[in-house]
DNA sequence: CCAAAAGTGTTGTTTATACACCCATGT
DNA sequence: ACATGGGTGTATAAACAACACTTTTGG
C-alpha cells in the first residue's frame, strides 16, 4: 500500500525547471529532455522535477540536472517562478525556474539510449516545447543577454583559459549582433576582469592569439 | 471531521510575502503586520499567505494585500522565491516574494483596532522581523534601489500628478544621496518620461511649482 | 609568399558631473 | 520686504562608437 501525505489544506506541487544553455560552435544551445510519460508524451521539455522535502530549491535544480543529464559543476541562477493554475494538466504546479550556463569543451551528455535522453538544441530551432517551457526559455534568453552587457556572465561559457575573440565570439552569439574588436578589447581589458596567463595557443595556421583568463577566482563579477 | 487533503508524494506549502514601499514625509516605509499566532507571535513580519489552489501567484500577493491591510491598486513585481527547508518551522514552506510599490497620498490602513494590524515602519528603523523577512526586505530594497535607475519604477510613490522636486526627493529617499536638482530635471526631461500638465501648484507661500505626470499609461518605462 | 586570424589608436559624439544665482509667490 | 522653495546654463570629464591597417604564424 503506497503511502500518502495529507494536509488540512491544499498543497501545490513545486518543481524546479532548468533553462542550460551553452555555445557551440559559434551557436546559443540549450540542453532538452524528451518526456517520457504523459502529459506531453515525445515532446521535448526542459530538465527539471519535484522539489524533495529537505532540499534547498538551488540544490534541488542541480539534482535534476545531474540526474537527467549527467551534468555538473554549472553556473545557476535562479529567474522566476511560474505558478499559472493550469499550466500542468495533472495537478497544480507551481515551477522555479532556474537558468545556468556551461562550457561545451569536454561536456559529455549521459548515455543517450534511453527514450528520456537529453540533447542539445540550436537556440534559434528549438523544437515546440511541453507545458509554458518556451515562455520560460524566452525569459531566460532575455536575461543572458541583458545580464551579460553587466557582468562576466558569460565567462561561463568558456574554458579556465580562453583567448579576447573567443571571448567576443561568446558575446556576439549572446546579443546575436557584431560588435567592433577593438573596442571590445579596450572595454575588457579597462574592467580588468581579464589577466594575461603569459600563454599563447599555438598551432592554428595563424599568428597565436595570447590566453586570459577571468581575474576573480569564481561566480560573477558585476562591472560599472 | 476535517477534509485532508492526500497526495502521494510530499507537498510543500505555498506562500506570497509582499513588501510594500511607499515614501511619506520623505521617509521610505513599508507594511508589515503583527502576527496574532507561533510562530513567531507578536513579532513583526511581511504580510502575506497561501497561495489558492485556482489562484495565480500575482492574485495571490495582490489578495493577502488587500485583506491582511486593505490596499489595492499597488505597482507588483515578482522578488525571488525563497525555499530553505527549514525557513518555517512548522512545515516546508516556499514562499515566492513580491515588492509592491504604493504612493502615500489619500492612503488608508484597514482599521487596526486588532491584533494582526498592519502598521508603516520606517525602512532604517525596522524591528526584528519573523521568519527570514528581514532577507527578503533586504533584497527587495537593493532592487527598488538598482531599478529606479533605469526605470520609472519611482513614479509609483507619487500620486497622478507631481512636481519635480517632489519626484526628486523620491530618488533621494531610494538612493540615500542627495541628486543635484539641475542635473536631475535636465536628465528626467531628456528621457521624455514627464509630460508638463500645464498646471501648477499653488497655495504654497513660494513660488507655484509646474506639475508634471507620467508620459506613459501605466506600468514602469525602462530608460537608456 | 600566401591565407588566416591576431592585434593595435585616434577622432568625434554622447553622456555624466560639478557648480551659483535669479524668480515668483504668500505673508 | 523677506522668507521659501522653484527654476535655470555652462564648462569639464568620462564613456562610447566609428573606423583600417599591420603583424605573426603555419603551410
Known sequence: MPQTYNYNFPHPAVTTDIVLFTVRDGALNLL?????????????????????????????????????????????????TFGDPDRDPRERVITVAYYALVASDGLELRASTDA????????????????????????????????????????????????????????????????????FRKWIRDTGVVSDTGEVRRGMRHRPARLYRASHTDGVAILR
Chains 1, 2 share one sequence.
Open 32 to 80: 532538452l529532455v524528451r518526456r517520457a510519460r504523459a502529459p506531453f508524451a515525445g515532446a521535448w521539455a526542459l530538465p527539471g522535477g519535484f522539489v524533495r522535502p529537505q532540499e534547498d530549491l538551488d540544490t534541488c535544480a542541480l539534482r535534476e540536472l545531474r540526474e537527467e543529464t549527467g551534468i555538473r559543476d554549472v553556473y545557476l541562477e535562479q529567474l522566476y
Open 116 to 183: 528520456e535522453a537529453a540533447q542539445w538544441h540550436a537556440f534559434d530551432a528549438l523544437p515546440k516545447l511541453a507545458f509554458d517551457h518556451a515562455r520560460i526559455v524566452r525569459l531566460a534568453h532575455e536575461r543572458l543577454a541583458a545580464k551579460s552587457r553587466y557582468s562576466t556572465l558569460a565567462f561561463q561559457f568558456l574554458p579556465r583559459d580562453f583567448t579576447l575573440n573567443e571571448l567576443q565570439a561568446v558575446y556576439e552569439t549572446i546579443l546575436q549582433k557584431p560588435i567592433d574588436n577593438r573596442n
